[in-house]
């Protein structure tokens, strides 16, 4: 792909020298300090599609030299023996900075995604720098914290802290750093990348607490989507819709079509294959105001602390959209302890669809539905003591 971007010669004298120097020091907290500001002045100066530009270049050279790799994910890709191969290669169309940067970007930050997600979160809190302490005391008493849904957080101008950074931003702002912090770097779902502006408007759900400063703390959040948006939904990109994806339904599916009461009586659930379900079931359903995407649903803390906002985020948006008299959501689930916890559940709170083995980790994703009316009154009828307990008798039964 041709490149339209060049580097005037007074960027070239002031900005890439000093990215080559960066070369040549070692890697502390000030060079990389240095290494995004600079890689700010530049993105101000040319573009920001290089970002893209040199990490799709290079996937898709991995997946010419490896077509196996056309079905991982980016995550997949990088960590694979070819995409090294990828990086060997030249691309006749690059402008010399272009090497430069991804030389840079190995050196500091392992990879280029990684790179440009550490990048995106250098824009987002040097704009925040109160250096104010704020005391975090965070309980796993259920009683200390809140939920809500925004109908568009880019309309809300208050200030939130969160547990990635030490001041408060604006909601949208502290939205997108808190999808940058887990969804990317914990996870890896490098995908979102290009398409994290998504995070910073909409519909959200939020569980919260206050500190002693009355500054609420987000702990989770949750984008959703209504069907109007439904060429937007993840649940139905490309990406989630190959052939790779295995049908895995329950065996009484036809009864729980029958229980949500949202298709005609003569409807049949179509079972040959993945697609054919999906499509068959989507175009039967007869309210679509009742149905909608849940996704980006993240958690921040300790291990035990996320443990809690994960069970208690499920438990409060299951509450606040039954109270919106919604029937189905559709959720894409990786975390193999929340697929045991909804397999052992028994009253179809939850639906499974399809899976598939995406980075061949052995781990199962999942497409699926949460049935929310069931699933809000298995919840609500929860502590997390039991749900703890469930999760470790399920992990010791699954091993």
Known sequence: MQSHLSISPSLSNTIISELEQLLLSPVT???????????????QQQSHQFFSEILYQRITLTKQIDPTTQILNIAGVIASKN??????????????????????????????????????????????????SYNHQLTLNEDDYFSVIIPDIACNDNLYLTLHHHA????????????????????????????IKLSSYGEHFLLLTNNHENISIIVSTARIQQWQDANQWLYFSPFFRTPQWELC???????????????????????????????????????????????????????????????????????????????????IIEQPLMIRFYESLSNNEYISIANQNLNDTGHLTYKGLWVISNLNKKLSTMSFRNYKKSLKLLSRTNI
Not at 168 to 194: C, G, R
Not at 298 to 313: E, I, K, N
Request: a negative charge.
């Open 168 to 195: 408060p931003m604006k909601l949208s702002d502290a939205v997108v750093l808190i999808n940058l912090s887990t969804f990317v770097m914990q996870h890896k779902w490098y995908e979102m990348l290009d398409i």
């Open 29 to 43: 907290p000030v060079t990389t300090s240095i290494l995004l500001h600079n890689v700010e002045q530049l993105e």
């Open 249 to 331: 339904l329950p065996k009484n599916i036809n009864l729980i079509c029958k229980e949500l009461n949202l298709f005609n009586e003569s409807y049949q659930p179509i079972t040959k294959c993945y697609n054919s379900f999906e499509d068959h079931f989507n175009e039967n359903i007869l309210y679509k105001d009742k149905v909608c995407e849940i996704l980006r649903l993240t958690v921040s803390g300790t291990r035990l602390q996320a443990m809690f906002y994960l069970y208690l985020a499920q438990k409060n948006i299951n509450q606040l959209l039954d109270s919106k008299k919604y029937a189905l959501a559709y959720t």
């Open 83 to 132: 995409y090294e191969k990828a990086l060997n290669i030249e691309i006749e169309a690059w402008p010399g900075y272009y090497y430069l940067l991804e030389r840079l970007a190995i050196k500091y930050f392992d990879n280029w995604a990684i790179f440009w997600c550490q990048y995106e979160i250098h824009k987002l809190t040097s704009k925040y720098k109160d250096q104010t």
